[in-house]
């Protein structure tokens, strides 16, 4: 397996790998070895037809399916640990390269996460929060804007978004609104006449959304991690005991590294609240 790695301004990881040939042809005769234990072919006890014989007869693309499925992840793996890299999202497979008796070449696109730079962060928030503590005779305190907090974070702190990543949160957030659309009973072309929108108003919306979406994730993940922010078990508990139904309390407990996840922005958001 060979290797090559480039890395786009914005985070993106591009691998290139080549599997040889001999590694090829030996995943491809464990396929076939595979495929002839369960061969049915006429004059022939099932499993004893000759190799050769399978390999006339069995559909190539479906051999070379399985080649693929077999050898992609591992010689992936392989790249991911020869270049120490820590990807935070499964790859975008792209097969360039399936010449019989040549090696193979694949690229593969994911990232890591990003290299977040909270600058002075402290001191733009507590701008902020300062207008929350001011309290004024006979008139009501006035509460902490979440919202201005998190539009001054995204303004003041550096953290690039791979574009690779907010391609794929684009991708579902546009399915799970044609779902949403479908649902009503609408095409798209009626919701798009509906709202006033064109499908180019919609995905340029969606692009800044996910990436604002993105970068905030990094930034509080960034917080947590100087703050010492953590989730303990006693909390995921408590958290999972009121759920609203058997239904969502399985769906907790089956997702609890998400859940610490959540549980855990939320005291980071609560951090900042009180600066």
């Not at 076939?32 to 559909?59: C, M, Q, T, W």
């Not at 990003?114 to 507590?126: G, M, R, T």
């Not at 929350?132 to 702190?157: A, H, M, R, W, Y």
């Not at 509080?220 to 703050?227: G, T």
Request: hydrophobic share 35%.
């Amino acid at each position: 397996m060979k290797s090559i790695i480039e890395k786009s301004e914005d985070g993106t990881i591009t691998l290139t790998i080549t599997i040889a040939n001999t590694l090829v042809k030996t995943a491809l005769d464990d396929v076939l070895d595979d495929i002839a234990k369960n061969a049915s072919i006429s004059g022939f006890r099932k499993g004893k037809a000759p190799k050769k014989l399978v390999r006339d007869k069995i559909d190539k693309e479906k051999a070379r399916e399985e080649v693929l499925k077999k050898l992609l992840p591992q010689e992936y793996s392989k790249a991911i640990n020869e270049h120490n890299l820590r990807p935070i999202m499964n790859p975008r497979i792209h097969v360039e390269s399936l010449e019989e008796g040549k090696d193979w070449k694949f690229t593969a696109k994911t990232c890591e996460t990003p290299v977040v730079n909270l600058n002075e962060y402290k001191n733009s928030v507590q701008k902020i929060t300062a207008k929350s503590k001011i309290v004024i005779p006979g008139k009501e305190q006035q509460p902490v804007n979440l919202d201005e907090i998190i539009t001054e974070l995204l303004k003041s702190v550096k953290a690039p978004v791979p574009k690779i990543i907010t391609e794929q949160e684009i991708e579902r957030m546009l399915a799970q609104t044609l779902d949403e659309i479908k649902r009503l009973g609408l095409t798209l072309d009626q919701y798009l006449s509906s709202t006033h929108k064109t499908i180019e108003d919609m995905q340029a919306e969606f692009a800044r959304k996910a990436e604002n979406d993105i970068k905030l994730e990094f930034i509080l993940q960034k917080i947590a991690e100087e703050e010492k922010i953590t989730v303990d078990e006693k909390e995921i508990v408590d958290t999972i005991a009121k759920a609203k139904d058997e239904a969502e309390r399985k769906n907790l407990e089956g997702n609890k590294y998400l859940l610490a996840s959540i549980i855990r922005q939320q005291k980071t958001l609560d951090f900042l609240k009180n600066l």
